[in-house]
Nanobody
């Protein structure tokens, strides 16, 4: 199971840190991602981190502003979001993908396990 937290309301230019805690399973067997869904839009990939944490991928819209990281000992994945923009307003989901060490998917359809989501609202 995945439990996301850390969402809230912030003004444009501000920062938030999302966290997702996992329970059950072997955490290090999974690549992890953050995927978001804005009002009236489809879900979109935001960022992903490999099983070891050494490989990350980002959507172009968040590169340079967001940082994904994981702690396998604590079974957590984080998303540090800086320089937030109103366009970042969405429900953010953490998701897990069981893969081999050399794979990191950026297609949300590859992620089999999802948390409940946490709402981020950025006002201008």
């Amino acid at each position: 199971q995945l439990q996301a937290s850390g969402g809230g309301s912030v003004q444009a230019g501000g920062s938030l840190r999302l966290s997702c805690a996992a329970s059950g399973g072997t955490f290090s067997f999974y690549a992890l991602a953050w995927i978001r869904q804005a009002p009236g839009k489809e879900r979109e990939f935001v960022a992903a981190v490999s099983r070891s944490g050494g490989w990350t991928e980002y959507a172009d819209s968040v590169k340079g502003r967001f940082t994904i990281s994981r702690d396998n000992d604590k079974k957590k994945v984080n998303l540090q979001m800086n320089s937030l923009e109103p366009e970042d307003t969405a429900v953010y989901y953490c998701a897990a993908d069981r893969v081999i060490m050399t794979v990191l998917n950026t297609d949300k359809a590859d992620y089999d396990y999802w948390g409940q989501g946490t709402l981020v609202t950025v006002s201008s």
